[in-house]
């Protein structure tokens, strides 16, 4: 039989091969596409909804992504205007508490310079009246020296005052 085999070429057509392979090829189509092409393709098509819902979910995710990213501008935008608000009002409390320190030290001053006026006044009146006190003396001691004789104390003191408070006053009431 060797032989046989090899006596055979692959050119060489035989009709009852052919026929047999055909109804062999047919045959196990046809129980592939009963036994394995259903589950291959139930398979294929489980795989595609799978890919399919994950595609969707990936879409889905995006699009939140993208919504919580938009909310997270707005939020760092609101919080930046919110924040230069603040630094636009702190320097407005800055600048009024400033402007208020300098109004409270300006009034403290002008109450200084005024307590210190009042102050040089009360003195002013205070050395005016003991000059005048001296001048009455000295006005009575001159008058009895020249007069030679003593006057009642009283009496000198009065005149003596009479006389200073006439200087005081205006020219035109100064009596003559």
């Known amino acids: 039989m060797p032989l046989l085999l090899a006596e055979t070429s692959f050119l060489e057509v035989r009709p009852g091969l052919i026929f047999w392979t055909l109804v062999t090829f047919v045959l196990a189509a046809l129980v592939l596409r009963r036994v394995a092409w259903g589950p291959i393709v139930a398979r294929v098509d489980e795989r595609e909804k799978t890919i399919q819902?994950?595609?969707?979910?990936?879409?889905?995710?995006?699009?939140?992504?993208?919504?919580?990213?938009?909310?997270?501008?707005?939020?760092?935008?609101?919080?930046?205007?919110e924040a230069g608000e603040m630094v636009r009002k702190n320097a407005e409390d800055v600048e009024r508490l400033r402007a208020d320190l300098l109004a409270k030290a300006r009034a403290q001053a002008e109450e200084l310079k005024a307590d210190a006026k009042r102050s040089i006044e009360d003195e002013k009146a205070k050395a005016v009246a003991e000059v005048k006190?001296?001048?009455?003396?000295?006005?009575?001691?001159?008058?009895?020296?020249?007069?030679?004789?003593?006057?009642?104390?009283?009496?000198?003191?009065?005149?003596?005052?009479?006389?200073?408070?006439?200087l005081g006053r205006p020219s035109s009431t100064r009596p003559s």
């Open 133 to 166: 006190g001296v001048v009455a003396d000295l006005a009575i001691q001159i008058a009895e020296k020249l007069l030679g004789e003593n006057l009642d104390a009283d009496k000198q003191r009065k005149l003596a005052q009479q006389y200073l408070d006439s």
């Open 53 to 81: 819902a994950a595609i969707d979910a990936a879409k889905h995710e995006r699009a939140e992504a993208e919504k919580l990213l938009g909310e997270q501008k707005a939020a760092i935008a609101q919080a930046r205007r």
